[in-house]
């Protein structure tokens, strides 16, 4: 298997939101160090810089950790 045959199941608002996000921090020059799926329980996890987390749940309600 293949990185390219992996599948990522996130849900429309889910990547929606994943973007958004992305492009919000991208806008103020925040390297995203690490974008992760995490398939067990359907949740992105974006790490910018070294201590900006962000997790978008299948809603798409994306949050900051602390």
């Known amino acids: ?3 390219e045959e992996l599948q990522i199941n996130s849900t429309n608002q889910q990547a929606q ?17 690490l974008f992760h799926f995490d398939s067990t329980i359907g949740e992105v996890y974006i790490l910018a810089r ?5 997790i ?9 950790i602390q």
């Not at 070294?50 to 962000?54: C, K, S, T, Y």
């Open 1 to 3: 298997m293949t990185i």
């Open 17 to 33: 939101a994943s973007l958004r996000v992305c492009q919000m921090l991208s806008n103020y020059y925040r390297d995203i160090k």
């Open 50 to 54: 070294d201590n900006i987390q962000v």
């Open 56 to 64: 978008i749940p299948a809603n798409g309600h994306w949050r900051f």
